[in-house]
């Protein structure tokens, strides 16, 4: 069955340093990967897409990767701030289809 | 206003009670969904529709239903509510090709006692 996989239910850092998400995926062959941010009680929002023949793909001090061949996508965040505390969550497209999402990951930037 | 407008933001009721959630968005889009957030848990589809002419069942669909009153609105009814369906109930849409992701509402809590 289709399974997705996000790093450690939490993940701390030290402002200033590059936190660093993964996001894994088995049976499944996705056309798009989706990254989305979510803070608490609230909708989940939408940060970068990236394709299947795109291997990075950069807005800000975001960077997404994509490796197809290793069914997986980092999310790296540089410079972290507190501001960029929240849960990060990985969705998988099918051409045209409908979004599955992972369980998230949840950063806190310590200052 | 919110691209996308989700009433009631809460709501208690009580084991038995059909309640409505509702849905409504300023987006164009053709394609809205309902998902369920528990906890510590991700986002699992309950319903989805593609066009006002199209209705889904997702992967937790049982114990719901949906209407797709327009291409704007999209509701989601709980028939006879059960206490574990105590969650957070998020609304969305997208364009076709998913290219700008999804637009979520904020979301309706509701706590079935």
């Known amino acids: 069955s289709q399974k997705i996989e996000q790093n450690s239910e939490a993940l701390n850092i030290q402002e200033g340093k590059t936190a660093t998400l993964t996001c894994n995926y088995t049976n499944y062959s996705p056309a798009y990967l989706q990254w989305y941010r979510q803070d608490p009680g609230r909708g989940p929002v939408f940060l970068l897409l990236i394709r299947e023949n795109e291997k990075e793909k950069r807005k800000e001090r975001l960077k997404v990767t994509f490796d197809t061949t290793l069914k997986q996508s980092l999310f790296h965040i540089t410079a972290s701030q507190p501001a960029d505390s929240a849960t990060y969550l990985c969705?998988?497209?099918?051409?045209?289809?409908?979004?599955?999402f992972g369980d998230g990951t949840t950063l806190t930037v310590k200052p | 206003d919110a691209d996308v407008t989700q009433t009631p933001r809460n709501r208690i009721t009580k084991t038995g009670k059909r309640i409505m959630l509702e849905c409504s968005q300023t987006?164009?889009?053709?394609?809205m969904y309902w998902y369920r957030q528990d906890p510590g848990l991700g986002l699992r589809l309950i319903y989805y529709s593609f066009d006002v002419k199209d209705i889904n069942k997702g992967e937790i669909s049982d114990g719901y239903s949906v209407s797709r009153q327009a291409q704007a609105k999209f509701s989601l009814s709980l028939e006879s509510a059960i206490p574990n369906q105590t969650a957070l109930y998020f609304c969305a849409t997208s364009e076709k090709q998913g290219l700008y992701g999804y637009t979520f509402g904020s979301g309706t809590r509701l706590t079935v006692v």
């Open positions: 969705a998988l497209v099918p051409n045209a289809g409908k979004s599955t």
């Open positions: 987006k164009g889009h053709d394609r």
